[in-house]
């Protein structure tokens, strides 16, 4: 099977700026959660999608925001970009929902840098 | 609220050495999930071990292996026989599953095996 894919891998957007991220998670996987990885913080929990549900959300701004589409592929928005919001974005899948099975794969991450 | 802890940022072991790296969480849940996982340089985040709380035998996968102690919240990663490849982030993470969910890493610990 393919692994859980993300586009585009890079991008550089100026403040103010909205950006929207994509993530493809592996075949038959009906969960996405996405996070933000940043040197000093660490991985972040952004939000969960579920059968097209946000299902869990962590603490971040309204300006990030998500969906997932019938074919469990997600999207991730981020509006009004500020400098702070540059990261890696990282998109994970697993097969039926992390209260099930627990385990995660990832993808490559997108990285944004904000100027 | 949870909390994972890695103390150690940095790390290093020589080659076929063995190494353990640090982590402990804060929680007041009986059921929950540990993970450790490993994020190569420029590469993705991939599973390496999984310990499930209400199991009181350590998990071990080949060369990996955990020291889970509950009562002290304290879950220690042991790499054997350390190999170049092992060089990497590796990010402790907690998950519980009763009531809301909650995915949470620790800021992660670099490790570098010398040749």
């Known amino acids: 099977k393919a692994g859980v894919t993300q586009t585009p891998r890079y991008l550089i957007k100026t403040r103010g700026q909205q950006v929207t991220l994509s993530c493809s998670p592996i075949s038959g996987h009906r969960s996405v959660s996405w996070y933000q990885q940043t040197p000093g913080q660490g991985l972040q929990f952004l939000f969960e999608y579920f059968s097209e549900t946000q299902r869990n959300k962590g603490n971040f701004p309204g300006r990030f925001s998500g969906r997932q589409f019938s074919n469990s592929r997600s999207e991730m928005n981020v509006s009004t970009l500020e400098l702070g919001d540059s990261a890696l974005y990282l998109c994970?899948?697993?097969?039926?929902?992390?209260?099930?099975?627990?385990?995660?794969?990832f993808g490559p991450g997108t990285r944004l840098t904000v100027t | 609220a949870q909390t994972v802890t890695q103390s150690q940022p940095e790390m290093s072991v020589q080659e076929a050495e063995t190494v353990t790296l640090s982590c402990t969480y804060d929680t007041s849940e009986n059921n929950y999930y540990l993970f450790w996982y490993k994020q190569p340089p420029s590469r993705q985040m991939i599973l390496v071990i999984r310990q499930e709380a209400y199991k009181q035998q350590n998990a071990t996968e080949n060369r990996f292996s955990v020291n889970f102690q509950k009562a002290a919240k304290s879950f220690s990663l042991k790499i054997s026989d350390s190999q170049l490849g092992d060089t990497a982030m590796y990010f402790c993470a907690f998950m519980s599953y009763s009531g809301t969910y909650k995915y949470i890493f620790g800021t992660g610990t670099r490790l570098k095996v010398l040749a």
């Open positions: 994970a899948s697993s097969p039926e929902g992390l209260t099930v099975t627990y385990e995660q794969y």
